[in-house]
């Protein structure tokens, strides 16, 4: 995000040695929880005392995402994809390993995991279940690349993996969904077919969203490398023009954080122990899919870089495509819509927590990979 934690000069299949990474955070980053705090507190307060606010906020819309959040992402994102080479993206892409791990997790593991626990933890909650498959589906292509990159992962390799994502999720996304919402638990015996409806899903909706807020960064970063390095080569670029564009990153994030909570504040104060029951198996998923990508990833011989960019990777989920998907099949105030919107509500503040808890995995990897004397 900032100077402090740039880490573009490190090979991304060798580990770092900077056992001192988390003291040497800037004042921004150190502090990122007490930010992301303050933003979901200002965001359910400006929803509350401002009358309308929904409606003048959702009154313009990019694909199916609301105008202010559509920019907030935008610019929370251009600012890492600035930072990527982009003339070392065939290291990633050559490194089967880690394409072939990223893909197993997020679209066979990562749904499973969410159709399993759904079922096991909202039994008696249709609506939020079938909200919470939704979500399992969606697979990350936004704020997973600032996790990473606040993590110290690859981030070639998360450009890579988002990218992959972004087109299984066009080809997948909707013949997933008619595979867990309706032919699975009719194999299973879990469901007479009663409690939920067929869900249409429009690929090209799903396209478009893939498009703005994945191509539109992407190409805005590249072009800033390509144009930048030519004009004033690669130390100027990655000394000068990446730290002052860098804390964008980190305003943007904030920014989101704020207009989403703003947007879906009063769905979330109004329904605390519905929110408690869906909270409970979005964090076993979050736990099992960030340590069990960890673990896999070290078994792999995967580096810390790259082990780092394939767990936020698979534990990152599209939580705008999953709210639009559920608000246009079921409607705003439906249970499955409340599902999707109680996600970003868990998954920020669990996955700023993974940041540190990477950060700290850091550490003993570099010290258990360094050479004994």
């Given at each position: 995000?900032?100077?402090?934690?740039?880490?573009?000069?490190?090979?991304?299949?060798?580990?770092?040695?900077?056992?001192?990474?988390?003291?040497?955070?800037?004042?921004?980053?150190?502090?990122?929880?007490?930010?992301?705090?303050?933003?979901?507190?200002?965001?359910l307060?400006?929803?509350?005392?401002?009358?309308?606010?929904?409606?003048?906020?959702?009154?313009?819309?990019?694909?199916?995402?609301s105008l202010?959040?559509?920019?907030?992402?935008?610019?929370?994102?251009?600012?890492?994809?600035?930072?990527?080479?982009?003339?070392?993206?065939?290291?990633?892409?050559?490194?089967?390993?880690?394409?072939?791990?990223?893909?197993?997790?997020?679209?066979?593991?990562?749904?499973?995991?969410?159709?399993?626990?759904?079922?096991?933890?909202?039994?008696?909650?249709?609506?939020?279940?079938?909200?919470?498959?939704?979500?399992?589906?969606?697979?990350?292509?936004?704020?997973?690349?600032?996790?990473?990159?606040?993590?110290?992962?690859?981030?070639?390799?998360?450009?890579?993996?988002?990218?992959?994502?972004?087109?299984?999720q066009?080809?997948?996304?909707?013949?997933?969904?008619?595979?867990?919402?309706?032919?699975?638990?009719?194999?299973?015996?879990?469901?007479?077919?009663?409690?939920?409806?067929?869900?249409?899903?429009?690929?090209?909706?799903?396209?478009?969203?893939?498009?703005?807020?994945l191509?539109?960064?992407?190409?805005?970063?590249?072009?800033?490398?390509?144009?930048?390095?030519?004009?004033?080569?690669?130390?100027?670029?990655e000394?000068?023009?990446?730290?002052?564009v860098?804390?964008?990153?980190?305003?943007?994030?904030?920014?989101?954080?704020?207009m989403?909570?703003?947007?879906q504040?009063?769905?979330?104060?109004?329904?605390?122990?519905?929110?408690?029951?869906?909270?409970?198996?979005?964090?076993?998923?979050?736990a099992?899919?960030?340590?069990?990508?960890?673990?896999?990833?070290?078994?792999?011989?995967?580096?810390?870089?790259?082990?780092?960019?394939?767990?936020?990777?698979?534990?990152?989920?599209?939580?705008?495509?999953?709210?639009?998907?559920a608000i246009?099949?079921?409607?705003?105030t439906?249970?499955?819509?409340?599902?999707?919107?109680?996600?970003p509500?868990?998954?920020?503040?669990?996955?700023?927590?993974?940041?540190?808890?990477?950060?700290?995995?850091?550490?003993?990897?570099?010290?258990?990979?360094?050479?004994?004397?």
């Amino acid at each position: 995000m900032s100077q402090t934690t740039d880490h573009t000069s490190a090979p991304a299949d060798e580990p770092t040695a900077e056992p001192d990474v988390l003291d040497r955070l800037s004042f921004l980053d150190r502090f990122l929880p007490v930010w992301i705090i303050a933003a979901m507190a200002a965001g359910l307060a400006f929803g509350a005392i401002v009358p309308g606010l929904q409606g003048v906020l959702d009154a313009v819309k990019i694909g199916q995402v609301s105008l202010p959040i559509a920019l907030g992402l935008l610019l929370m994102m251009y600012p890492v994809l600035a930072k990527v080479r982009y003339d070392r993206l065939d290291t990633v892409t050559r490194d089967t390993r880690t394409m072939v791990l990223s893909l197993v997790l997020n679209w066979l593991v990562g749904p499973a995991l969410m159709f399993a626990l759904a079922w096991l933890m909202l039994p008696d909650l249709p609506e939020y279940r079938t909200g919470l498959i939704i979500v399992g589906l969606a697979r990350c292509i936004a704020m997973v690349i600032i996790w990473n990159d606040l993590a110290c992962g690859d981030r070639e390799a998360a450009a890579v993996l988002v990218a992959l994502n972004s087109v299984f999720q066009v080809i997948m996304f909707g013949v997933l969904g008619w595979f867990y919402l309706d032919l699975l638990p009719g194999w299973l015996g879990l469901s007479d077919h009663t409690d939920t409806e067929t869900v249409a899903f429009s690929a090209w909706e799903i396209a478009l969203s893939v498009v703005i807020f994945l191509g539109i960064p992407l190409a805005a970063g590249y072009l800033s490398r390509r144009l930048g390095e030519r004009a004033r080569g690669r130390e100027w670029y990655e000394s000068t023009f990446l730290p002052k564009v860098g804390p964008i990153a980190l305003y943007g994030l904030l920014f989101t954080i704020v207009m989403l909570f703003a947007l879906q504040g009063a769905t979330i104060t109004s329904r605390p122990l519905d929110v408690a029951r869906i909270a409970l198996p979005l964090l076993v998923y979050f736990a099992i899919m960030w340590a069990g990508s960890y673990a896999l990833g070290r078994a792999a011989g995967l580096s810390y870089p790259r082990t780092t960019a394939l767990a936020f990777t698979a534990a990152g989920n599209n939580f705008e495509l999953a709210i639009a998907v559920a608000i246009g099949v079921f409607g705003v105030t439906s249970g499955q819509a409340l599902a999707g919107v109680v996600g970003p509500l868990i998954e920020v503040p669990v996955l700023v927590g993974l940041v540190y808890v990477s950060l700290w995995l850091r550490r003993r990897w570099t010290d258990q990979e360094a050479p004994r004397p």
